[in-house]
């Protein structure tokens, strides 16, 4: 977040770098709408977005200590950022910000699918001050919105709405590189935009739950989310004009987002129904060298990434749930007749082989071979050979007639394999004769990502769900697979 004493104004001179140039849109802007349906978001692993931090915080290091826009460790951060979005399928530019303080690159990152005169951007500003690392101001924001970007691209579920993702320079400056991208759109272009979800400081240690334009359309599905967890979140007055939503709420589209607070003091009544310390800062480490990893507070990060999951799917996604109620959505309450349950015998292989069928002699415990299980001590190993090779692991499962389900798991992907383009060494998920998702060498990361997909298709029917994988001949990409589960409701 940029300081008060920012400058509010920026000239753009430059024409404006815009993935999809040359759509024709509508010269009206529609509310967002949380539209009723069927897919399920999937929940964002917070290690992670933690996992994109130390790379960030690395970066930094090795780069006199900070990444202020213009400096080598901007640069590095963009391409840190630009090389994940490529090998997941993103189309990807870079703006330069000519008249940004410190000349630099804003990153732009197009998912291919949805309507192309109906977008809804995510942004947040990838620059730090000069006094430190900004793994919170605005590393947090940054790393999740990529965790989103990646799971949607996993997930590649049919879209209702374009969506595109933003990566801002010179936010500290005075909200430079948003207001480079905002001013130079044309009306048409700006009427492409339904709504901007922007993202800073969402990981504060000392954090609150706070939304920008808390009772507007745009705000709605991210208000659900957070209200569905009983957080009772509140307006983001601490934030107002500050960052990058600015830049487009000036120039009349709609504008949200998520923040956890900055130098402004927690009070008696928030820390009472959101814990933490009263009247302390809710980031004590803002624009300071002590804003490193060990600056975040992981569990309101873990329910920002989630939220913004949630307002992805709800506003972008074709057939997306209806706004959760209290409980959370991870234990729904029993609809349509059906009683809530997880079906899938033996989830977590803790049993070993019992109840799954196929390259049984997979599931063991692999912590002696630097696989170890989520969690527990079992897990189901495929691949890793480094040579031709094919594994399969299977289960029947029933869906009752007229109930939802959805199949979880997490996956921990490592891999020899170098390419950012190319991939050798897969991981299908289907259910009887549906491919549910692909995963492949290009997935590969730090620790477990967690996966979702929606079984409603199947509902009375009894379905087999498999795991696939096949490696090629040479270089090993192990998928180890742990606490999986199909939760019908």
């Given at each position: 977040m940029r300081s008060r004493s920012a400058a509010m104004t920026l000239t753009a001179s430059a024409a404006l770098l815009l993935v999809g140039a040359g759509l024709a849109i509508p010269a009206t802007a529609a509310p967002v709408a949380v539209t009723p349906a069927l897919a399920a978001a999937p929940d964002i692993a917070v290690a992670n977005v933690q996992a994109h931090l130390t790379q960030l915080g690395t970066i930094a290091t090795s780069n006199g200590g900070n990444r202020r826009s213009g400096t080598?460790?901007?640069?590095?951060?963009?391409?840190?950022?630009?090389?994940?979005?490529?090998?997941?399928?993103?189309?990807?530019?870079?703006?330069?910000?000519?008249?940004?303080?410190?000349?630099?690159?804003?990153?732009?990152a197009d998912w291919p699918g949805g309507p192309s005169d109906q977008?809804?951007?995510?942004?947040?500003?990838?620059?730090?001050?000069?006094?430190?690392?900004?793994?919170?101001?605005?590393?947090?924001?940054?790393?999740?919105?990529?965790?989103?970007?990646?799971?949607?691209?996993?997930?590649?579920?049919?879209?209702?709405?374009?969506?595109?993702f933003a990566w801002w320079a010179g936010e500290e400056q005075g909200l430079q590189g948003s207001a480079f991208y905002a001013n130079a759109l044309t009306t048409t272009q700006r009427t492409q935009i339904k709504a901007y979800y922007n993202f800073d400081m969402v990981g504060s240690k000392n954090g609150g739950y706070f939304i920008n334009h808390i009772t507007s359309a745009a705000a709605a599905p991210m208000k659900a989310y957070w209200d569905s967890l009983g957080l009772q979140p509140e307006e983001n007055t601490e934030g107002a004009g500050r960052s990058d939503d600015y830049s487009f709420e000036r120039v009349g589209i709609p504008t949200s987002g998520y923040a956890a607070g900055a130098s402004a003091r927690k009070t008696s009544a928030q820390a009472a129904k959101w814990g933490g310390t009263a009247n302390s800062a809710y980031d004590s480490c803002y624009h300071q060298s002590c804003d490193t990893t060990s600056n975040i507070g992981a569990?309101?990060?873990?329910?920002?990434?989630?939220?913004?999951?949630?307002?992805?799917?709800?506003?972008?996604?074709?057939?997306?749930?209806?706004p959760p109620t209290t409980p959370p959505p991870s234990s729904p309450p029993p609809t349509g007749g059906c009683t809530a349950a997880q079906v899938l015998a033996n989830p977590?292989?803790?049993?070993?082989?019992?109840?799954?069928?196929g390259t049984t002699?997979?599931?063991?415990?692999?912590?002696?071979?630097?696989?170890?299980?989520?969690?527990?001590?079992?897990?189901?190993?495929?691949?890793?050979?480094?040579?031709?090779?094919?594994?399969?692991?299977?289960?029947?499962?029933?869906?009752?007639?007229?109930?939802?389900?959805?199949?979880?798991?997490?996956v921990h992907i490592d891999s020899a394999e170098t390419t950012t383009t190319s991939a050798y060494d897969k991981l299908t998920v289907t259910a009887g004769s549906t491919t549910l998702g692909t995963l492949s060498n290009l997935n590969k990361a730090a620790g477990y990502q967690a996966k979702s997909y929606s079984l409603n298709a199947f509902a009375g029917q009894t379905v087999t769900i498999k795991f696939n994988g096949t490696e090629d001949s040479s270089l090993q990409t192990s998928f180890v697979i742990d606490d999986a589960a199909v939760q019908v409701s």
């Open positions: 080598a460790g901007y640069t590095a951060s963009v391409a840190y950022i630009k090389g994940k979005l490529q090998a997941a399928g993103y189309t990807v530019a870079e703006q330069t910000c000519t008249s940004c303080t410190y000349r630099a690159n804003n990153l732009i977008i809804t951007m995510f942004g947040a500003h990838l620059d730090s001050v000069a006094a430190g690392p900004g793994i919170n101001d605005n590393g947090s924001g940054s790393a999740t919105l990529l965790e989103n970007a990646l799971a949607l691209a996993a997930q590649n579920p049919t879209m209702s709405r374009h969506v595109r569990t309101v990060l873990n329910r920002a990434a989630d939220g913004v999951a949630y307002t992805i799917w709800q506003t972008s996604v074709s057939g997306s749930t209806t977590g292989f803790e049993s070993g082989a019992t109840s799954w069928t002699g997979a599931i063991g415990q692999w912590s002696s071979q630097g696989q170890p299980a989520r969690t527990g001590t079992y897990s189901a190993w495929l691949l890793g050979y480094g040579s031709t090779k094919t594994e399969s692991l299977s289960q029947a499962v029933t869906i009752p007639a007229g109930c939802s389900a959805t199949l979880t798991f997490y």
